[in-house]
């Protein structure tokens, strides 16, 4: 179903003779063990003894916390133990917030204490002998509520008579920061229309993977150390969030896991089920283990930033030249800032989309609502962002009676003009937007395009096309995060890999990255094997993270599109560190200089004379095991640590400038839709999807990734959505009513991609994977298209399940109320 | 006639006999992962929605946290660790990896024993044919072209 | 996951599970348990007995009468139905059976337990209204015939009561049908459906918009009196994520008479 154009690998120095593995289609190492069902996911590690954790959860969006009564449940035959609230209140200290005041003063533990503040919110937890006898228990914990009014609609938070959700920050309204760079009048005044949107919406959802979170943690009661075997996707920070909360060093916490059933952000933030699980463990002295179901997950886990863009203005030339937009955005965190606010100050590492205008005010205020907290989602942050922006461009060439494909091509930032430098600091390494574009509108057959609108109407159908970009920005400055709160210490990025000799010629490599699936064993081993000049199969990536591997950093971690940047980047240091000192020994050895060895078929060898060779397991017997009479200063170990960093600067905070990530990776999607005006239902007919993300290591792999972003962007543009009820009740608990695509929803689809190398990474390559949220807009750009013949109805939100386009059919004109036009 | 609260029953799975007391309950994929300790079949929702659970049941593709373990009584089972040989990967298997059908591999379990059951019926489907018979497992990753793909090229 | 404690039988005959179903008040019977295992995850219901009907031979089956009247065993899958050459008298059945949810959840699912369910989203509802279907139903007292539209009494509630069990379902001859429906995505749980038979008469009902399908009889197969037969209906159907209640309304009207009209073409 699938047509694929995939341009040409890299390009083979000339040099070289051998081939390469970077740029080819390897297979994956993973594969082997998963089609197997030989993958170990944390849920398959059993521990004598252990017992299971069941959560007792709040039904209530919003209510005070009487009491905690585990005595009926202590008493339940199985039950091992309990913890509450109160318990913890006096065992940890709230974690560490990254926000400043307001929301700095939020009290947030592991368990509701003294209050629940979403529905599915952990109040207790009890321990048992059985899965099903936790459950049993914890239904016998008797938890008195006085319930509180909710507060469900971000745009309701700041009212005056609106439930305060935190007395300790004294309002809802947790963080704010205005966002302003270039000249808003001058460019208000340049305009020939100013073009005003009152409110756009973009939704709550989150990607679902299909493994919840989940762990068994173990307490060693001698070194007062905890091995956690999760699938927490971001290490690094659960340490940081945990490590003080539990008041323990960060090397108590030992972070372990082999296989990780998806992640796509949505495992960042499991840390306060994690201490609530380590304080099991060390209370009852067993291996716990936590299973998070479906509803759970649907419940409290991680849902992605609902954000509605008020009172937008964009100033427009006649021409449709872009000059600049101000507008509020308003972000809904849910009940607790568990990553947030730092989705304040993300979305500005593409403040401008991929487009040139350069007078930008934006005012972010973020709040909290009795919901299930947000954090990190596929494209975080940014996705709302873009969406926004391709929005303005469509709704702009609409009221102007333009043509999308001409506004766009106007306004993108060229080629030529690349490096740039956005109105924020930001550089934009690379990249050719109109050729992506042009590029999937000639997948698409763009063409055509009039004569299968005729076609579709002739079936009484209506056709649309939409386009949607998105900037897939990698390898995060964490510096930015001063932006939200200037007396945090964080700034730059790393990432560690280790790359060792082996006494036996093994070569063994570990990576402080925690893959859920995308081929990190296999890209790494590519990378090596070009570097050592060996084959991929003696390359031994090992499989998954553990802390304990010394290949483990501050922002370790498989998050944000930065695997190719840092983690990739890490793996070559350590590797070219490691042929240096394989060059080193080999020539002590040959008695020759290290410019005359080459690395080539597993031996160090001299270029002239490639008789004279070590096998890579004489150099590693050497070094390990028969190293009597080798030179005193001879510095080799043939067991190399590479910590990566990207070059970065900590941001201005006081104008909110700098650069704040490494790689732009882009994308175009193009989707075509077909409705069926009598319903509103419609259906995806076409698709074309591009992605340039610079160098590729593996094609296959950034293809797979393209298109499950782009599936997920789909499935949110049409049905998947975390819509509550007006008391705080969660409507799409389940696969049920929370719809995610499935094979029969998916529409045929093209993909291309365009190469621009980044100029500021090793080996060219961009962070990549989080493309996605182009679809949402495609999506909701090609309903605009397909519903103009029925009276113009403005597409305002980010997801438009058939109720809503039928919304939009039946009457335009409520939607057309959110847009005006001013001339000038 | 007498009811049971718990009972001691016998399965094969894969060949392989197993006895053991189970509460009525429980459900089949939890003594699949959890008695047997046979990992590879997954849980993914908890409605019966995802599909990472299918194994075969007597000849017949199930999600098996729709099954009480009870029911399975006497029963033979095929579960993704049946699927392959010593060292050798079923055709099918391998296309998998061939056409990159798994990222996480979390779904690819429950995928292959619906595609295995598919292909044993009808050799030859059609793309129509193969989308229906794998719209019962969900997968997050893929967007289930790559997966379209590697279970048509295991059909030829 | 995770059921609450349940005790289990699997009686060989209908007369036992009648038995158990007498002598434990709270036993419910487990038919293919697409339904009642998830209720039970759920924990929303938690009998204390399970009835397994799947041992029971009088309970399966297919038969094809000489007049063309088909009479179904309740503990028959949605695959076998979809399979079997005798249902194919009246194709609808196999042709809505074959949209319910995937193979797996059709390789166990049974055609009672999808009408017992009386889950108003499911398809099977207005499929029997609107052929006709009789159900029997028995009990440890005797058995009875009840006309499918007096069969469906509330959500999860049925004309067999408690301590009863369906035994057989009856699907009088006929062939112009059709069914319609819009889904969430293809296949998925419908927003609204309806199923139409032009059989002596035009007979249309409607799933998804109340508590129990709904049965409107338009003038004529005529696609505007059809929809002005669903207006005329006052349909009261609930709002939720999916759908509002105006939404429903509407799509009732839609697929009434494209139902209908798929009945025409159905000969
Ligand atoms: C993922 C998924 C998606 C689904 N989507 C759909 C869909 O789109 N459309 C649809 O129609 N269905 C759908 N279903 C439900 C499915 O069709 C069920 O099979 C059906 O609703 C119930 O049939 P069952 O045989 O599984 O019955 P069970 O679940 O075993 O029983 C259902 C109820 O009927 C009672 N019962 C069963 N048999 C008898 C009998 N002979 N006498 C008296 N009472 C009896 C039981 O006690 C129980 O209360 C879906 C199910 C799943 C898991």
């Not at chain 1, 080819?24 to 170990?40: C, I, T, Y």
């Not at chain 1, 202590?74 to 560490?96: K, N, Q, R, S, Y």
């Not at chain 1, 009852?284 to 419940?299: A, G, I, K, S, Y």
């Not at chain 1, 001409?406 to 930001?426: A, F, L, Q």
Request: with cysteine.
């Amino acid at each position: 179903m699938t047509e694929t154009t995939v341009t040409e690998p890299i390009v083979v120095e000339e040099q070289e003779t051998r081939p390469r593995y970077a740029g080819q289609n390897v297979p994956r190492k993973e594969d082997k063990r998963l089609v197997q069902g030989e993958g170990v996911f944390f849920d398959d590690v059993k521990r004598h003894n252990m017992g299971y954790v069941h959560f007792v959860r709040s039904p209530y969006a919003h209510a005070k916390i009487r009491s905690v009564d585990v005595s009926k449940a202590l008493e339940h035959p199985g039950v091992i133990g309990t913890l509450t609230g109160d318990e913890v209140a006096l065992l940890t200290d709230p974690f560490f917030q990254i926000s400043s005041p307001p929301g700095a003063h939020l009290k947030d533990f592991c368990l509701g204490v003294g209050k629940a503040r979403f529905v599915g919110e952990p109040v207790a937890a009890v321990v048992a002998n059985t899965r099903e006898t936790a459950r049993d228990a914890a239904e016998l914990v008797e938890v008195d509520y006085e319930p509180l009014p909710a507060v469900t609609d971000a745009r309701r938070a700041l009212d005056d008579d609106a439930q305060i959700l935190h007395d300790d920050a004294g309002t809802n309204l947790t963080w704010e920061g205005l966002y302003e760079w270039g000249d808003l009048d001058a460019a208000f005044a340049e305009a020939d229309r100013v073009v005003k949107i009152s409110e756009l919406h973009f939704h709550r959802f989150n990607s679902t993977p299909l493994e919840c979170n989940g762990a068994l943690v173990e307490y060693n009661r001698g070194t007062g150390q905890w091995t956690l075997i999760t699938n927490n996707q971001f290490p690094g920070f659960a340490a940081i969030m945990m490590g003080p909360a539990m008041r323990v060093g960060l090397d108590k916490l030992r972070f372990v896991t082999q296989d990780i059933g998806g992640g796509f952000g949505n495992k960042i933030t499991s840390h306060p089920q994690l201490v609530a699980c380590c304080l099991l463990a060390r209370k009852l002295n067993r291996p716990v283990q936590w299973t998070e179901w479906r509803t759970d997950f649907h419940l409290s886990m991680s849902h992605g930033n609902e954000r509605w863009f008020e009172d937008t203005e964009v100033a427009v030339k006649e021409d449709g030249t872009l000059l600049g937009f101000r507008t509020t955005a308003l972000d809904d965190a849910g009940a607790w800032l568990r990553y947030e606010p730092l989705g304040g100050v993300i979305w500005a590492q593409v403040t401008p989309g991929m487009y040139r205008w350069r007078h930008i005010r934006l005012d972010f205020k973020q709040v909290v609502t009795n919901k299930a907290p947000v954090s990190p989602n596929r494209g975080y942050s940014r996705m709302q962002h873009l969406w926004f922006t391709e929005r303005i461009i469509d709704i702009v060439a609409h009221e102007l009676g333009l043509d999308p494909v001409e506004v766009r091509k106007r306004n993108y930032i060229r080629t030529d003009e690349m490096p740039y430098e956005t109105p924020n600091g930001c550089v934009y390494d690379s990249g050719d937007y109109a050729k992506l574009l042009d590029t999937a509108l000639e997948l698409i057959g763009y063409d055509e395009l009039d004569s299968r609108r005729a076609d579709a109407e002739s079936r009484g159908k209506l056709l649309g096309l939409g386009i949607g970009s998105t900037l897939d920005s990698g390898t995060n400055n964490f510096g930015q995060s001063r932006l939200i709160n200037p007396e945090l210490q964080f700034s730059g990025n790393n990432e560690v890999a280790t790359v060792k000799l082996d006494i036996f010629g093994e070569i063994v490599v570990t990576l402080g990255t925690t893959p859920q699936g995308q081929s990190h064993e296999t890209t790494a081993a590519q990378v090596v094997a070009d570097i050592l000049g060996c084959s991929i199969d003696d390359v031994n990536v090992r499989a998954g993270h553990d802390s304990y591997w010394n290949s483990h950093a501050g922002f370790s971690g498989t998050y944000a599109s930065q695997f190719a940047v840092t983690g990739l980047g890490a793996v070559k240091g350590a590797t070219d560190m490691l042929a240096e000192q394989m060059k080193k020994l080999a020539c002590v050895v040959l008695g020759c200089s290290p410019e005359d060895i080459e690395l080539a078929e597993g031996q160090a060898r001299m270029k002239e004379n490639p008789e004279a060779a070590l096998p890579f397991m004489a150099l590693g017997a050497i070094i390990n095991a028969n190293n009597a009479g080798l030179p005193e200063d001879l510095d080799v170990t043939l067991n190399c640590r590479y910590v990566y960093r990207p070059p970065f600067q900590p941001p201005d905070v006081e104008r909110k400038y700098g650069n704040l990530t490494l790689t732009y990776a882009a994308q175009v999607h193009v989707a075509v839709v077909e409705v069926d005006p009598e319903t509103g239902v419609y259906e995806i007919v076409d698709y074309a999807a591009v992605d340039d993300c610079g160098v590729r290591i593996n094609p296959q792999v950034v293809e797979g990734q393209v298109m499950g972003a782009t599936a997920q962007a789909l499935g949110a543009a049409t049905h998947e959505t975390y819509t509550y009820d007006e008391d705080g009740n969660l409507l799409t608990p389940n696969f049920y009513d929370y719809h995610v695509p499935h094979a029969l929803d998916m529409p045929p689809l093209k993909t291309g991609s365009v190469e621009s190398a980044s100029p500021f990474t090793s080996m060219g390559t961009k962070g990549m994977g989080e493309g996605g949220g182009a679809g949402i807009h495609a999506v909701c750009a090609a309903l605009q298209d397909a519903l103009r013949p029925r009276g113009n109805p403005i597409v305002f939100d980010s997801c438009n399940p058939y109720h809503s386009v039928w919304e939009l059919l039946s009457d335009p004109e409520s939607s057309r109320q959110r847009v005006t036009v001013e001339s000038r | 006639m007498d009811v049971v609260t718990s009972q001691t029953i016998g399965v094969e799975v894969n060949g392989t006999t197993y006895e053991r007391e189970v509460e009525a309950r429980r459900l089949l994929i939890h003594l699949l992962r959890d008695d047997l300790d046979l990992t590879g079949s997954h849980i993914g929702c908890d409605t019966g929605n995802c599909g990472a659970c299918s194994v075969i049941l007597d000849r017949t593709l199930v999600k098996s946290c729709m099954v009480l373990a009870i029911q399975a009584d006497g029963a033979s089972i095929e579960t993704v660790e049946g699927l392959a040989g010593e060292e050798q990967l079923t055709p099918l298997q391998q296309a998998f990896s061939d056409h990159h059908a798994l990222q996480c591999g979390y779904c690819t379990p429950g995928m292959l024993m619906s595609a295995t059951a598919l292909l044993r019926e009808n050799p030859k489907p059609s793309d129509e044919e193969i989308a229906k018979a794998i719209q019962g497992n969900i997968c997050r990753c893929t967007g289930y072209w790559n997966i379209f793909e590697a279970i048509k090229a295991a059909s030829e | 996951m995770l059921l609450s404690e349940v005790a289990y039988a699997r009686p060989a005959t209908l007369e036992q599970a009648l038995g158990v179903l007498a002598e434990h008040p709270g036993a419910r019977a487990l038919a293919g348990g697409q339904t009642l295992v998830n209720v039970m995850k759920a924990r929303a219901a938690s009998p204390d007995v399970l009835v397994d009907l799947s041992g029971i031979p009088e309970l399966k089956g297919i038969e094809l009468g000489s007049d063309g009247t088909l009479e179904l065993g309740p503990m028959t899958t949605y695959t076998e139905l979809i399979g079997s050459s005798e249902a194919r008298a009246r194709p609808i059945l196999g042709e809505v059976c074959a949209q319910i949810a995937d193979v797996q959840v059709r390789n166990r699912g049974t055609i009672g337990g999808n009408v017992c369910a009386s889950d108003p989203t499911n398809h099977l509802p207005p499929v029997m209204v609107a052929v006709g279907a009789e159900f029997r139903v028995s009990g440890t007292g005797g058995e009875r015939t009840v006309p499918a539209e007096e069969f469906f009494l509330g959500v999860y509630m049925t004309a067999a009561g408690p301590g009863e069990l369906l035994t057989k379902i009856t699907i009088p001859p006929g062939r112009s049908d059709g069914f319609a429906s819009v889904p969430i995505g293809v296949d998925g749980t419908c927003i609204v459906n309806a199923a139409a038979s032009l059989n002596g008469g035009v007979r249309v009902v409607l799933g998804c918009v109340g508590a129990t399908p709904v049965a409107v009889e338009p003038a004529s197969a005529d696609a505007e009196a059809v929809r002005d037969a669903v207006r005329d209906a006052d349909l009261d159907p609930p709002s939720d994520v999916h759908a509002s209640a105006d939404y429903r309304r509407h799509l009732a009207e839609v697929v009434a008479a494209r139902a209908v009209e798929r009945a025409g073409k159905g000969s």
